[in-house]
């Protein structure tokens, strides 16, 4: 079966500017998160959906960060302005249900100068 | 903070050998998994053991659960190269909690 997918892999780009993430999980999975993961960390969960509806969005910065769901299937997360602290690994999870094994896409580095 | 803690940070072991990581949390917890992660697979889900199991084997991977200490531990037996990662235990805390939480990681080196 295929993997989550992640796009794109590698993004460079200035503080203040904007930058969009976008996500397509294992089909038939309800939940779909979204991770930040700065080096030498573990993951941390910035939001959780559960078809359209978000789970879980206490971690994620809702001054500068947004994400979506679109029909219970592709998300996008989004960040406008940019600060430097957001420099990490942005992963892309999906699982059939809440409590199940995870599936990770293979991460979008960020690099914000 | 809830977050989970591994020990060691950093264990680096010949081949062949075997490899214990430890994770201890906080809270009380619905189930407990592990994954792995390295450059060539990204984070890779291993093994998951629910709160009323104790012990879980899968392949060269054995688990063991101590919910009255609130810790885990992950055996790799016969360890090889291609085990070099950073192993991350995760846990839901129980309730209506339905966020997996993470902790900081072993990165463990596996030495030819």
């Known amino acids: 079966e295929a993997g989550v997918a992640q796009s794109p892999r590698y993004k460079i780009i200035e503080k203040r500017q904007s930058v969009a993430f976008w996500c397509n999980p294992i089909?038939?999975?309800?939940?779909l998160y979204w991770y930040q993961q700065i080096l030498g960390q573990g993951p941390k969960l910035l939001i959780q959906?559960?078809?359209?509806?978000?789970?879980?969005d206490s971690q994620l910065p809702k001054d500068r960060f947004s994400a979506e769901r679109l029909k219970g299937v592709d998300s996008t997360l989004k960040i406008q302005p940019a600060k430097l602290e957001d420099s990490a690994v942005y992963l892309c999870?999906?699982?059939?249900?809440?409590?199940?094994?995870?599936?990770f896409g293979p991460g979008t580095r960020l690099t914000v100068l | 903070s809830q977050q989970g803690e591994e020990d060691p940070q950093a264990l680096s072991i010949q081949e062949g050998e075997n490899a214990t990581m430890n994770c201890s949390y906080k809270?009380?917890?619905?189930?407990l998994q592990w994954y792995r992660q390295n450059s060539g697979r990204g984070l890779v889900h291993l093994i998951l053991?629910?709160?009323?199991?104790r012990e879980k084997h899968s392949g060269r991977l054995r688990v063991t659960l101590d919910t009255s200490k609130k810790s885990s531990s992950l055996l790799i037996t016969a360890s090889r190269a291609a085990d070099t990662a950073s192993y991350f235990c995760?846990?839901?805390?129980?309730?209506?909690?339905?966020?997996?939480?993470f902790g900081k990681g072993t990165l463990l080196t596996v030495n030819p």
């Open positions: 999870a999906s699982s059939l249900k809440v409590y199940n094994e995870q599936f």
């Open positions: 053991i629910r709160s009323n199991e």
């Open positions: 995760a846990f839901y805390s129980g309730g209506s909690n339905y966020k997996l939480t």
């Open positions: 089909s038939g999975h309800a939940t």
């Open positions: 959906f559960q078809n359209n509806g978000v789970v879980d």
């Open positions: 809270t009380s917890i619905n189930n």
